[in-house]
């Protein structure tokens, strides 16, 4: 089927917007769309084996059996409908078409129906039948033919996605929290896949796949299929949460028509109420949201952190409140298989991100514990650049991250770098802000370029070498040492010093406090080298003022705060004998991990500031990935003249178009 068909059956379906509009706003059109669409698609799917339910039915009636073993066979699914009733029947007796459709929805088995509920289905009828419309809209529905025949299941995937990009667009919501491009899909599967190729193919392997926020579930779907082509006889099962009420119902009916089992499709929050916990997953996949909060599970997540500390699943960190991305991570990583002492068992898993995890957050920092955590874990694979605008909802360039507890030999202790950006082309027809597009060439040149990568890395003659870089772990690393250096004084008595002293709470609260502010602005000599001998000149002014010095290191402190001015030349400020650290002169150096900081600041820091020193009981231990520093290919600027010819140019071209509009 191709994509004109998918959006001509689209069309079809978001055709009954013309009978909504005036009784629904714009940003409600989907709330009938969608479970109407669903429920056609059950209707098509169970139509073959109506006949054989209904008898079923009547085998068992009146019997104390639960026949609900029986009518799934009969159906020949995992769900059935008990009804005699079709939308078309129903779209044909106008004034009962609401009893009778609830009476036809109550019908599903249990499963079913529970996918209709989370769309608020019952609410939807009563409002439809209260304005008039319910029969003309099942009317519309009933001539929208989704026949597996007709529209395979892969294919309803992108019919569900196109219904709820238009949705979201309707409703101002973000279309890419619940679906990702399908030939991004296609080269994150691949990827994720690729080395497992031989295991995969053995006989009555069995594999299980989560994504934890699985959306209408358009990586569960592409794992299933790539599995299953590799080994037609392979067993996968399929696993996922999602939070989104209907991008959760269409991810349960889409897998539930493909014959995997509609309770691993879990509603609710991965992190709060994690609807997987205490299960292993030998692949994993995501595409969370980018930069979305986490604030409404702050709680729960904080209190997981300190409590269960590594015994959880947040334990090596938590990222700012403003980008949950990690936290997906992190969850991710908690549900790997094991590795057994023979090199068995482990996971795979590939995430989407944006720029921001590779970088964000200093040494010490939640993000920068996050990926050291990973890293010191031998855990991260590789990371795969892709182009921008491939996202309906973004522009911003993106990245599959791939990471696996079961690296091969000479993958062991490094990250593969690859540069996958200019594998793109250009869309015939935007949608959203996604312009580019991957290829079937393009996906193939990257994932066979991900499986050489060292060889590539290692080959300086082959083409596509500059795409690919080969790091160690500890590559990304770094001391984040504090530099400090000696607080320098003079000491003086000036308006702005008269006026910090006269401003000091310490200092105000002295009895003596008003003679010692007389004392001190009557002195002729206002200026001195070192503390000593303004103390003692000071002292002096107070005493023969009549009144008594104040002591104690709170009075010192504050005095030596207000009438003490920075200067380079001025006395270095001791305590307990050591130079007292200028916190304005304080700076951080980030020094590559298993460099001696020392002789850093030998060489770097004291041909500049020869009186630094590091404060050791502040360094901290630091990761983070510049991926575009390593693939900057410096590129130099134009000529000048070059620059110029154009502009007179474009300045002649203007003044061409402005003849031609006033004359």
């Known amino acids: 089927m191709n994509s004109s068909k998918h959006t001509e059956l689209a069309n079809h379906a978001w055709s009954v917007a013309d009978l909504l509009r005036g009784d629904y706003k714009q940003s409600d059109y989907g709330k009938v769309i969608l479970p109407f669409t669903v429920l056609r698609r059950l209707e098509c799917v169970l139509e073959p084996t109506r006949q054989k339910v209904t008898e079923t039915v009547a085998q068992f009636e009146g019997q104390d059996i639960i026949a609900d073993k029986f009518l799934r066979k009969a159906s020949g699914h995992a769900f059935y409908n008990t009804s005699t009733l079709t939308l078309k029947k129903i779209a044909a007796d106008p004034q009962n078409a609401a009893k009778n459709l609830a009476v036809y929805v109550g019908a599903f088995s249990d499963n079913a129906r529970g996918v209709l509920d989370r769309f608020e289905f019952a609410q939807q009828i009563k409002r439809l039948d209260g304005a008039g419309l319910l029969y003309q809209v099942i009317g519309k529905f009933t001539d929208l033919d989704l026949r597996p025949e007709v529209v395979p299941n892969h294919n309803m995937g992108y019919i569900f996605e196109e219904l709820i990009r238009r949705f979201s667009e309707q409703s101002n919501e973000t279309a890419g929290e619940h679906f990702t491009p399908r030939e991004v899909i296609q080269l994150m599967v691949r990827l994720l896949v690729a080395p497992d190729g031989d295991a995969l193919q053995l006989p009555g392997a069995v594999r299980t796949v989560l994504d934890p926020a699985c959306g209408t579930g358009g990586m569960l779907s592409a794992m299933d299929d790539l599995i299953s082509e590799l080994n037609p006889d392979a067993t996968v099962e399929?696993?996922?949460?999602?939070?989104?009420?209907?991008?959760?119902?269409?991810?349960?009916?889409?897998?539930?028509?493909?014959?995997?089992?509609?309770?691993?499709?879990?509603?609710?929050?991965?992190?709060?109420?994690?609807?997987?916990?205490?299960?292993?997953?030998?692949?994993?996949?995501?595409?969370?949201?980018?930069?979305?909060?986490?604030?409404?599970?702050?709680?729960?997540?904080?209190?997981?952190?300190?409590?269960?500390?590594?015994?959880?699943?947040?334990?090596?960190?938590?990222?700012?409140?403003?980008?949950?991305?990690?936290?997906?991570?992190?969850?991710?990583?908690?549900?790997?298989?094991?590795?057994?002492?023979?090199?068995?068992?482990?996971?795979?898993?590939?995430?989407?991100?944006?720029?921001?995890?590779?970088?964000?957050?200093?040494?010490?920092?939640?993000?920068?514990?996050?990926?050291?955590?990973?890293?010191?874990?031998?855990?991260?694979?590789?990371?795969?650049?892709?182009?921008?605008?491939?996202?309906?909802?973004?522009?911003?360039?993106?990245?599959?991250?791939?990471?696996?507890?079961?690296?091969?030999?000479?993958?062991?202790?490094?990250?593969?770098?690859?540069?996958?950006r200019d594998q793109w082309q250009k869309m015939r027809k935007s949608l959203g802000d996604k312009r580019k597009e991957l290829s079937k060439d393009h996906i193939a040149t990257v994932v066979k370029l991900y499986g050489d990568a060292l060889a590539v890395a290692g080959d300086a003659e082959h083409p596509l070498h500059g795409k690919v870089k080969v790091f160690w772990n500890e590559d990304f690393g770094y001391q984040r040492i504090t530099v400090e250096r000696p607080l320098k004084l003079r000491f003086e008595i000036t308006e702005e010093t008269l006026a910090a002293v006269e401003a000091s709470k310490v200092i105000q609260k002295l009895p003596q406090a008003t003679v010692m502010f007389d004392a001190f602005d009557s002195m002729q000599v206002r200026s001195w080298a070192t503390k000593q001998e303004a103390w003692l000149a000071l002292k002096d002014a107070v005493v023969a003022a009549g009144t008594t010095w104040p002591t104690g290191a709170p009075f010192n402190k504050a005095l030596r705060d207000a009438i003490g001015v920075r200067d380079p030349e001025g006395e270095v400020q001791l305590v307990k004998g050591k130079p007292e650290p200028?916190?304005?002169?304080?700076?951080?150096?980030?020094?590559?991990?298993?460099?001696?900081?020392?002789?850093?600041?030998?060489?770097?820091?004291?041909?500049?500031?020869?009186?630094?020193?590091?404060?050791?009981?502040?360094?901290?231990?630091?990761?983070?990935?510049?991926?575009?520093?390593?693939?900057?290919?410096?590129?130099?600027?134009?000529?000048?003249?070059?620059?110029?010819?154009?502009?007179?140019?474009?300045?002649?071209?203007?003044?061409?178009?402005?003849?031609?509009?006033?004359?």
């Open 238 to 420: 399929v696993y996922g949460q999602e939070l989104n009420p209907e991008s959760w119902a269409i991810c349960r009916s889409d897998l539930m028509i493909k014959g995997q089992d509609p309770e691993n499709i879990r509603f609710g929050n991965s992190f709060s109420d994690d609807g997987h916990a205490r299960k292993t997953f030998d692949y994993m996949l995501a595409n969370p949201p980018f930069g979305v909060e986490w604030k409404k599970i702050k709680d729960e997540v904080e209190a997981e952190h300190k409590q269960l500390g590594e015994a959880g699943r947040f334990g090596a960190g938590l990222p700012r409140i403003n980008d949950g991305s990690l936290l997906f991570l992190q969850h991710m990583i908690s549900k790997m298989k094991p590795v057994d002492v023979d090199g068995g068992g482990g996971s795979r898993l590939a995430i989407v991100f944006n720029g921001s995890p590779l970088f964000t957050g200093a040494a010490g920092s939640g993000e920068s514990e996050i990926r050291r955590w990973i890293l010191e874990n031998d855990w991260l694979e590789g990371i795969v650049a892709l182009p921008d605008q491939l996202f309906y909802n973004t522009g911003i360039s993106t990245y599959f991250w791939i990471l696996t507890n079961r690296k091969s030999p000479d993958h062991k202790g490094k990250v593969v770098l690859l540069d996958a």
């Open 582 to 663: 200028d916190p304005e002169l304080r700076d951080y150096e980030n020094v590559p991990l298993g460099e001696d900081v020392e002789e850093y600041l030998t060489r770097e820091v004291h041909p500049h500031v020869p009186d630094a020193w590091i404060d050791h009981s502040k360094t901290k231990i630091g990761y983070e990935i510049p991926f575009t520093r390593h693939f900057y290919v410096y590129g130099p600027p134009r000529p000048l003249a070059e620059i110029d010819a154009e502009l007179k140019a474009l300045e002649a071209e203007i003044q061409e178009l402005l003849r031609e509009v006033t004359h």
